[in-house]
């Protein structure tokens, strides 16, 4: 299928569109590109107009590494007035996720539903021992110039399994390749900046004022950190509803794609 282009200051944004119904965005997190939902599109698209985009830096959508991610949430607003054009059904990955909130707090017209996956809202704020950790390690092997391997401590510390081990290095070979592809980007939004990948300037009060459906989907395997930035969502807004995804980690969609795909289309069912 041949993509598209939407043409946003600085870069053609790359799109594609897959199924006919009620549009469905999926953002993807960092160390990624589009290509991280292929499994799971084809059978999305039976219900709807499927949006897939590779983020500003990211795949096609050529750009240098994005610091401030302001820019992101202005690329989500662009796909979702000019490809989606209603409301639509945004689904949001790790640092996707914390996008897709701080779009649906600007823009809660433009949003029919949220699906918020493994987000990690407010993380640099509430970091704990294992995040600092990782970022002495991974800023440590950056100053010694390896970037493949400071964003493999990335990639290790964000799969991670609770009992132990990780998701990334169970991964195929092309699997691995794809989170290898972007180094200079997972690092520049690991570098201190005030709208940086968490989103800090997106108060949790605005979240719980949003009102379109919510649902927030959780890898049972995953961090406890995830588990606890998300609980202090919930305690703002008891009506999101949460998932938990059994034996999956932090690549739900990867490890799991059946139960995910159930979760998002029990989410989104109010806007087909």
């Not at 689904?91 to 996956?117: E, F, H, K």
């Not at 493994?118 to 704020?125: N, V």
């Not at 005030?194 to 108060?203: C, D, L, Q, T």
């Not at 999101?240 to 029990?266: C, D, M, N, W, Y």
Request: aromatic share 6%; proline share 6%; net charge neutral.
């Amino acid at each position: 299928m041949t993509g598209e282009r939407l043409d946003l200051p600085g870069v053609q944004l790359y799109y594609q569109v897959t199924g006919e119904g009620p549009p469905l965005v999926l953002v993807h997190g960092s160390a990624v590109d589009g290509r991280i939902w292929d499994e799971v599109v084809p059978i999305l698209a039976r219900d709807h107009r499927v949006i897939v985009y590779d983020r500003r830096g990211y795949g096609r959508s050529v750009h240098k590494p994005v610091r401030d991610h302001r820019v992101h949430a202005a690329d989500l607003l662009a796909v979702l007035e000019r490809v989606a054009t209603i409301p639509a059904a945004v689904v949001g990955w790790s640092s996707g996720g914390n996008i897709a909130l701080a779009v649906a707090t600007q823009r809660p017209d433009l949003c029919g539903s949220l699906v918020i996956v493994e987000a990690p809202f407010h993380g640099q704020r509430f970091m704990n021992g294992s995040v600092l950790r990782t970022l002495v390690r991974l800023k440590t092997k950056q100053l010694r110039g390896q970037p493949v391997a400071a964003l493999e401590e990335f990639l290790r510390f964000g799969s991670a399994y609770r009992t132990g081990g990780n998701a990334y290095d169970e991964l195929d070979d092309r699997d691995q390749e794809v989170l290898r592809s972007y180094p200079a980007q997972v690092l520049a939004e690991w570098d201190p900046h005030p709208f940086g990948v968490m989103h800090e300037h997106i108060s949790t009060r605005a979240v719980a004022h949003t009102t379109m459906p919510l649902t927030w989907v959780l890898g049972g395997e995953g961090s406890p950190w995830m588990v606890k930035l998300h609980d202090r969502v919930v305690r703002r807004r008891p009506d999101i509803h949460t998932v938990v995804i059994p034996g999956a980690s932090h690549l739900v969609h990867l490890e799991k794609p059946a139960e995910f795909v159930t979760a998002v289309r029990e989410a989104t069912a109010s806007t087909r």
